[in-house]
């Protein structure tokens, strides 16, 4: 059965630092990997979805890479700012084809401190 | 005007009573889901549609049934509620050949 884990739960930042977010998957088998952004009170939001056959996607400060010999996969946020504080959600799909059922770690909750 | 509604954005209920959560979608997607998510955890699938006609059980579907009234329309439905289906439900939808979800702002229900 597939898991996906993501550690930390939690992590606090100070503005303008690097800071990258691990995900964890046991099973390689994976069609795609997406991370998402989480604010209360509203939605999820797609950040960067990964194709089993790539290595990384790159969306303005955001930079997502994906191992899935080894079931990792990395968020990097640079330059980190206020407005990133949000739980970023990491989901694999499994094959043979895209079906929008996703399987998600719990989560790792950002502070930006100012 | 949000592409993916939810309603209601908040509902207490008390256990044993039947209660329904919408979802409508202004996008034109013929696939429409139902996650829901437990504080400290991802989101689980509950059910799931790809058309009209076509309705399928996700992860964790006991408990819970679905009506697709039209492509728009998606609703979930709690016949007993009991406590441990506190949570927070999210509706979502994708296009056919596209693997991007767009999700509803979320329902937190709650049942006492």
């Known amino acids: 059965k597939q898991e996906v884990t993501q550690i930390p739960a939690a992590l606090s930042v100070p503005e303008g630092e690097n800071l990258v977010l691990n995900c964890s998957f046991t099973d390689s088998a994976i069609y795609n990997l997406q991370w998402f952004r989480q604010d209360p009170g509203k939605g999820l939001t797609s950040l960067l979805l990964?194709?089993?056959?790539?290595r990384e996607q790159t969306s303005g400060r955001l930079n997502a890479s994906l191992d899935k010999s080894s079931g990792r996969s990395t968020l990097y946020i640079a330059a980190s700012q206020p407005g990133d504080s949000a739980t970023y959600l990491c989901?694999?799909?499994?094959?043979?084809?895209?079906?929008?059922?996703?399987?998600f770690g719990q989560g790792t909750t950002l502070q930006v401190k100012p | 005007d949000a592409d993916v509604t939810q309603t209601p954005r908040n509902r207490i209920t008390k256990t044993g009573k039947r209660i329904m959560l919408e979802c409508s979608q202004t996008?034109?997607?013929?696939?429409m889901y139902w996650y829901r998510q437990d504080p400290g955890l991802g989101l689980r699938l509950i059910y799931y549609?790809?058309?009209?006609?076509?309705?399928n059980k996700g992860e964790i579907s006991d408990g819970y049934s679905v009506s697709r009234q039209a492509q728009a329309k998606f609703s979930l439905s709690l016949e007993s509620a009991i406590p441990n289906q506190t949570a927070l439900y999210f509706c979502a939808t994708s296009d056919i050949g596209s693997e991007k979800l767009f999700f509803g702002s979320g329902t937190q229900l709650s049942v006492l």
């Open positions: 549609s790809f058309d009209v006609k076509d309705i």
């Open positions: 996008k034109g997607h013929d696939r």
């Open positions: 990964i194709q089993s056959s790539q």
């Open positions: 989901a694999v799909t499994k094959p043979p084809s895209n079906t929008g059922k996703l399987i």
